[in-house]
């Protein structure tokens, strides 16, 4: 067969490393720990063992699609690069001062996180340029030298450079790019007319001293990952998932590392799509959880909602406001620290907390045995009897229900008087009302209503809880897709390749210019295309554009999407009908007489969707055959019960499981609870519906 025709898909979390091969339609996957101080090593075992299972040789794979949460966790854990600001005089303390708002209102004892950079990591030029994008401050090359040179003697590793008004008018930031690489050869350089062209400095500030800390961590470790692979034989092209749930090449990644701080969710939410394209649902919510976060994503019509704006690294009880925000295309989401591997705790008011601190791989949840000793949600798992402890990750990890028991007496029912399986069914509670939390205010957010909704569920530890999960929100209809221990993988294989160029011009409805915009319009999607063409040289590619727009007052826009025709011949009078009817949508009215602004365009450039066959769906009338029980915990009843335990790949097409139940595979399990029935549809989905549906 065609080497071009086996894929590779990769996927780092912070607990495990995910790995999917597909060959000639079939997959073969695999979940190993993650090894934290040399991430390729999973990897480089992960691919081993399913080439070994689909019976090839590395040489053989035709692509490699790879995700990671080592941007991510690079930023929240402050272990990145030695890195230098450069900025307009007057500027120096935008990335401390914020937005000056209060994330919690009431909480006189507000403490506002920290800044990637220390003050006297930021260096500031006398130069400037105005809102209108012209040079009122000439720079000055010979002080442009002399804050390099001390910037090399204080020996940094990286550079960021953000100007004020920068996007309109990169001259000055391109010329202090020049003096760095004249100067300092060996030190990376971010600009941030090139990371993040928008208005709004403190964003596009901390975009580009996020990609600067960051880049020569992932160019290391990108670099080290090729070459590894190239030692095991694989000669083909590696790509990375980007934030947006597109493809971009690797060396795209290296120069704009900060892309990838997304990339593992956003494989998921592309996984999530392709099944409700499958199914023809036009309402889903994608429901992730693996190792040590939980990620909730609405589609809409199999297209999962977008922002230009996310925030990383939330220090305050996941508040909107306290984490780093990001300025670059993205998967809209919510993800708050609710993994298997998340730990709970007791706090000063006797509640039980769980996470955001996380077990990982090493040392993991108490109940792998592998020197952790606080419980995780695994460790409560496993004595609710979600868990067999001797199949799991397909036998691979013995798991110790004493050693969870021992954990949870220790650290929550020791303080509040509680059995093991108490104290366990407390945390199993917690952190599944913390993520029906979460889900409800991204719904209200959104202005939707989740009993609408079809949740997919996937990653190793949903299919655990996401039953659970739709009795809290009312969601009456739950999909776990095969491979769903594997979903953002799969996703990978699924994501066409695609980049997103974005560009701020302020301009006002009243004083529309056509020519400027078809021109801006035009050369954005050149860009775009550009970078798409590094990954496909062949393939026809898509535009997709979208303007933001808002009343003039106003602090925030909304996204309006425009065709090619309405963006290539652009009329003043369609973007305002485009701009109301949306308006009207999300806010139920308009308001008369008031200007209309924009003030970011953007281009999409994609490669067409993968085609997606229509599923036939049955209604499970055959049962299926059930020859074991376990006790498994129902919250319903506050008690153990009798629970049939099947094998999925047992479960024929068309069968039916009464809940409650336990469906087992080597990747995950998955609870049915009481109240619902699955049923196995003839593309491999587990169909989990309430009974008498």
């Not at 953000?162 to 000055?172: A, D, K, Q, R």
């Not at 294989?493 to 210019?513: H, T």
């Not at 049939?644 to 069968?655: L, P, S």
Request: glycine content about 10%.
């Amino acid at each position: 067969m065609k080497a071009a025709a086996i894929r590779l898909g990769v996927d780092i979390g912070g607990t495990f490393t995910d790995v999917v091969l597909e060959k000639e339609g079939e997959q073969f996957s695999t979940k190993v720990l993650t090894t934290y101080a040399a991430p390729e090593n999973a990897i480089i075992d992960g691919m081993q063992q399913v080439c070994a299972k689909a019976n090839i040789t590395p040489d053989q794979i035709g692509q490699i699609i790879h995700g990671t949460t080592l941007a991510t966790n690079a930023l929240i854990e402050r272990r990145g690069a030695k890195t230098a600001l450069i900025t307009t005089e007057g500027f120096r303390d935008v990335i401390e001062m914020r937005t000056e708002s209060r994330f919690e209102q009431y909480d006189l004892n507000l403490t506002l996180p920290e800044p990637l950079l220390a003050r006297q990591m930021r260096f500031t030029l006398s130069e400037r340029i105005n809102a209108r994008g012209e040079v009122m401050v000439d720079l000055d090359r010979a002080e442009v030298e002399a804050v390099v040179d001390r910037i090399g003697k204080a020996g940094f590793e990286s550079v960021a450079v953000g100007l004020i008004h920068s996007y309109l008018n990169p001259v000055h930031e391109q010329l202090i790019r020049d003096v760095l690489a004249e100067r300092l050869p060996d030190v990376s350089v971010s600009i941030s007319s090139e990371v993040s062209p928008q208005m709004r400095e403190y964003e596009r500030f901390n975009t580009v001293v996020a990609n600067a800390y960051i880049k020569p961590l992932m160019a290391s470790y990108l670099g080290r990952l090729e070459e590894r692979l190239r030692g095991e034989g694989v000669g083909c092209r590696i790509f990375l998932m980007h934030s947006g749930g597109g493809i971009i090449s690797i060396a795209n990644a290296a120069d704009f590392p900060v892309r990838l701080v997304e990339s593992g969710p956003a494989g998921g939410a592309v996984f999530a799509a392709h099944i409700a394209a499958r199914y023809g649902l036009d309402k889903v919510l994608s429901f992730d959880m693996g190792g040590t976060t939980a990620k909730i994503c609405l589609i809409k019509n199999q297209t999962p909602k977008t922002s230009r704006v996310f925030e990383v690294a939330r220090t305050y009880r996941f508040k909107k406001g306290s984490g780093m925000p990001i300025s670059i295309p993205v998967i809209d989401m919510v993800e708050i620290g609710a993994g298997g591997g998340s730990l709970a705790h007791v706090d000063a008011m006797r509640q039980i907390r769980v996470g955001p601190e996380s077990a990982g791989s090493e040392p993991g949840p108490a109940c792998y045995g592998r020197g952790g000793e606080r419980p995780a949600v695994t460790d409560a798992d496993l004595v609710l009897g979600k868990l067999d402890p001797g199949n799991f990750a397909g036998g691979s990890i013995p798991l110790s229900p004493e050693k969870s028991r021992t954990a949870l007496t220790a650290h929550v029912g020791g303080t509040l008087e509680m059995e093991p399986v108490e104290a366990a069914f407390g945390v199993a509670e917690v952190v599944d009302e913390n993520m029906a939390n979460a889900a409800r205010v991204h719904a209200v957010e959104n202005g939707e209503d989740l009993s609408e909704y079809t949740m997919i569920a996937f990653g190793g530890a949903a299919p655990l809880h996401a039953g659970r999960l739709c009795e809290k929100l009312g969601v009456e209809r739950l999909i776990v897709p095969p491979g769903a221990g594997v979903g953002s993988a799969i996703g990978f294989l699924r994501a066409p390749f695609s980049f997103e160029a974005n560009r701020s011009v302020y301009m006002k409805l009243s004083d529309f210019d056509a020519d400027r915009i078809s021109k801006l319009l035009r050369e954005l999607k050149d860009e775009a295309t550009g970078f798409v063409r590094t990954c496909d040289e062949v393939s026809p590619i898509l535009a997709e554009f979208k303007v933001y727009m808002r009343y003039s007052g106003q602090g925030w826009e909304i996204p309006i999407s425009l065709t090619e025709e309405q963006a290539m011949a652009p009329d003043a009078a369609t973007f305002l009908a485009r701009f109301e009817e949306d308006y009207a949508k999300l806010f139920g009215r308009t308001v008369a007489g008031m200007d209309v602004e924009i003030t970011v365009w953007s281009v999409n450039a994609t490669t067409p969707p993968e085609e997606v066959a229509r599923s036939v769906t049955t209604d499970g009338a055959a049962s299926a055959r059930l020859d074991e029980t376990r006790q498994l915990f129902d919250p319903a009843s506050g008690g153990f019960v009798d629970a049939n335990v099947v094998a999925r790949a047992g479960v024929g097409e068309g069968q039916r499981v009464p809940g409650p139940a336990a469906m087992t595979e080597d990747e995950t399990t998955i609870i049915i609870p009481a109240s619902r029935d699955a049923i196995r549809q003839p593309d491999g989905c587990i169909d989990i519906i309430t009974k008498g549906a």
